[in-house]
């Protein structure tokens, strides 16, 4: 059987039918070879159509073949919606990059020429495929149609021809449609501008939503606040009296409180909308053992491998006095009020991180119970201790912890030196980087305990083994009437945290005897 030969040259359209002859009758081809009329009297369609003979990934299919006394005409279809290839394919035969076409066959019946190559007489066609230069100069795309066209097939210069001919003739009428579709856009940023000159505006897209214009009325005015500003607040009500702050205020409040709580640097924050989250746990499993085929498989005593951990939120509230001449004269009152309440909603968290009892607060990284402690074996902190301790922890976790203890403890700490007489303690070296300890960071928290007999003035870990759930929803209530003889007004806020060590083994306390 003779070897299997490739051919050439085609024409396609937007819609991915494509016209072409795919080897001409009675001309030579590059290779010497001239294919006759009846060469092809034995192929039937469908024949796939490939790209550059690639079997692999066939990009349409040739629905016709006919003998004509050009030579082998085809129509086929490109699966431009289904194949990316073939829709690649379309696109560089429209630029004119491919216009060639190749066949795939076995000679059956072939003669010798006097001047070089064969006479190809009969032929088993297999594919056609489309490429950039064809075997044949002759095997060529012919037609490109348009899509949904019904008309016989277009050349591309005659496609090129009637384009130009309909932007000519609908040039104004393209021009009117994409002036009558921009002029509302030009209008709107005419206004803008106008705006954005006004002395004392700014940004436009810092305009304060209708709900924070309500909250910042209800702030100053409380309940005699004006009944749109009460109306706009109606459906952020808090069902146990005031209202909830917008989402633009709760969300500064939070990042008010990272900047003034150390301790939510470190952990893992979350948001939820749920009075409490569940989490799966799981224990380290030692069920492996060595053996052989001999042996028998020993049951081992590890057993509630896995579990759930539950985090809830706790309720937090606290007031502040603002008098009546500073809400008259300051407009922006909000800002007041935030400024408080992030204070003292800082000061409370980060005490109940450190030492809550996980009651009616968050609980303590200190106080939870399955949290390994390290004996200091006396009193005094000391150098060798200190490089003691952070080695007994796992490295994993050793690796991403830090220390945290109060500004007492770090005093002492500051003071210690190997036996080098080089300080344990290094400084930052870069603006916003913390200081180190034996090359880990360190974090003041105030409500550590100090060094002394019993207690654990250090914490070493990963935090983000502790994890920290806010509700975003706080809710002021402005009570203008109780402080009324004093001339001020109170403003009452709530909102929800949770906290909760939910990997002991990533954290371990110093103790001191």
């Known amino acids: 059987m003779d070897k299997l030969e490739f051919k050439a040259s085609f024409a396609v359209d937007e819609a991915g039918t494509i016209t072409g002859i795919a080897s001409p009758f009675g001309t030579a081809d590059r290779g010497g070879d001239i294919a006759r009329k009846g060469a092809f009297a034995g192929a039937k369609p469908p024949l796939p159509m490939l790209f550059n003979h690639d079997q692999g990934t066939p990009i ?6 006919t003998e004509t006394a050009a030579g082998l005409e085809v129509k086929g279809r ?8 073939a829709a690649e394919v379309r696109a560089l035969i429209l630029a004119g990059g491919l216009s060639g076409l190749s066949i795939g066959y076995i000679a059956t019946k072939k003669a010798a020429r006097a001047g070089g190559g064969r006479e190809l007489l009969a032929m088993d066609l297999f594919e056609i495929s489309i490429v950039a230069v064809p075997m044949h100069p002759g095997a060529k795309i012919t037609g490109v149609k348009a899509i949904g066209a019904g008309k016989d097939a277009m050349t591309l210069e005659e496609m090129q021809a009637e384009l130009a001919k309909l932007e000519a003739k609908h040039a104004g009428a393209i021009a009117d449609a994409v ?27 810092d305009e304060p939503s209708l709900e924070h214009k309500a909250f910042q ?10 009944e749109a500003e009460l109306k706009a607040l109606t459906l952020a009500s808090d069902p146990n009296g005031g209202y909830l702050a917008p989402p633009e205020m709760s969300t500064e409040i939070l990042r008010d409180i990272v900047e003034m709580s150390p301790i939510r640097s470190l952990a893992s924050v979350r948001g939820t909308n749920s ?10 499993m030692g069920n492996a053992i060595w053996d052989d085929e001999q042996d028998t498989e020993t049951e081992t005593t590890t057993t509630n491998i896995f579990g759930q951990l539950e985090v809830s939120t706790k309720g937090m509230s606290t007031y502040v006095d603002i008098s009546n001449m500073l809400l008259q004269d300051a407009p922006q009152a909000e800002t007041e009020v935030r400024e408080c309440l992030t204070e003292d909603f800082a000061k409370k968290e980060t005490t109940a991180f450190a030492t809550g009892n996980g009651i009616a607060q968050p609980e303590g990284f200190l106080t939870n119970t399955s949290v390994a402690t390290f004996a200091n074996g006396g009193a005094v902190l000391s150098a060798d201790k200190l490089i003691s301790f952070l080695y007994s922890i796992t490295p994993t976790y050793r690796n991403a912890g830090a220390w945290v203890m109060n ?62 759930l806010d509700r975003l929803a706080m809710s002021i209530l402005v009570d203008p009437y109780s402080q009324a ?27 001191m005897s």
């Open 485 to 511: 003889t004093f001339k001020r007004t109170r403003f009452h806020a709530g909102r929800r945290v949770g906290g909760k060590v939910i990997m002991p083994a990533k954290f371990k306390k110093l103790l």
């Open 179 to 205: 002036a009558a579709a921009v002029a509302p856009y030009v209008q709107r940023l005419d206004k803008l501008e106008v705006k954005s000159n006004r002395p004392g505006t700014g940004d436009p897209s």
């Open 275 to 284: 009075p409490s989250v569940v989490y799966p746990t799981r224990k380290p």
């Open 78 to 85: 490109l699966l431009v919606e289904d194949v990316a290839r």
């Open 60 to 65: 349409g299919v040739w629905d016709s073949l």
């Open 407 to 468: 500004g007492t403890t770090l005093g002492l700490v500051r003071q210690l030196k190997d036996t080098t007489n080089n300080y344990l303690w290094q400084p930052s070296l870069q603006a916003g980087q913390p200081e180190t300890l034996l090359g880990r960071p360190i974090v003041e928290v105030i409500d550590m305990p100090d060094v002394a007999a019993a207690a654990t003035p250090i914490i070493y870990g990963d935090f983000s083994g502790y994890r920290i």
């Open 217 to 226: 009325a209800y702030l100053q005015r409380g309940p005699m606040a004006g």
